[in-house]
């Protein structure tokens, strides 16, 4: 199975801030990479999907990036509603696989 | 507005058997193919079962094969879920979710989880 490694596991920011999350996949998986954002104990949503692309309705505040093996989430002007945990998951080949998460939470 | 919403969740002892549905409505279920993901506090989130548009191509989570049916019913739209055999490490906020059209694989559609817990 690919692994997937998030880094940070958490981090403290300010509304205003530019936030950057990695996740790391244990083989190459080209861009097959999503990210997802989960908050106040509600079911996770699709931000990005094949690393790059912005799923509908998403604010163009977050930017994902990346290809390979090293992909990043970045969220610019984080703003309120922007805090909770964010997760990758690869969907290059079953079984598709998450990272841990990252909690975003305010300093 | 295209929604899942998951019914079925409950306590079930070790060793006994869970039954999940899943019912679409907003979209044209047919066009999609679907997912099970669970969550838990320990492992975060997992993916177990994978069916396609018409039902006819199913692939399971190497935790859950051999103990898990997935089917769909395209004129209900609905999913189903059913596992026997069930472990403490099966505890967990069960969620049918959708796949973009063009990209299996991607989650763009999930509903509100149903909770499973596994104890005597």
């Known amino acids: 199975d690919i692994q997937m490694t998030q880094s940070p596991s958490s981090l403290s920011a300010s509304v205003g801030d530019r936030v950057t999350i990695t996740c790391r996949a244990s083989?190459?998986?080209?861009?097959?990479l999503n990210w997802y954002q989960e908050n106040s104990g509600k079911a996770p949503k699709l931000l990005i999907y094949v690393s790059s692309t912005l799923h509908s309705g998403v604010p163009s505040r977050f930017a994902g990036s990346g290809s390979g093996t090293y992909f990043t989430l970045t969220i610019s002007n984080l703003q309120p509603e922007d805090f909770g945990t964010y997760y990758c998951?690869?969907?290059?080949?079953?079984?598709?696989?998450f990272g841990q998460g990252t909690k975003v939470e305010v300093k | 507005e295209a929604q899942l919403v998951e019914s079925g969740g409950g306590s079930v002892q070790p060793g006994g058997s869970l039954s999940l549905s899943c019912a679409a409505s907003g979209f044209t279920f047919s066009d999609h193919s679907l997912n099970w993901v669970r969550q838990t506090p320990g492992k975060g989130l997992e993916w177990i079962s994978y069916?396609?548009?018409?039902?006819?191509?199913?692939y399971h989570a190497d935790s859950v094969k051999g103990r898990i049916t997935v089917s769909r019913d395209n004129a209900k739209t609905s999913l189903y879920l059913q596992m026997t055999n069930l472990r403490a490490e099966d505890t967990a906020a069960y969620y049918c979710t959708r796949n973009l059209k063009d990209n299996s694989g991607s989650f763009d559609l999930w509903g509100q989880g149903a909770l499973v817990t596994v104890s005597s």
């Open positions: 998951q690869q969907s290059y080949i079953t079984p598709w696989t």
């Open positions: 069916i396609s548009r018409d039902g006819s191509d199913i």
């Open positions: 083989q190459s998986i080209m861009s097959y």
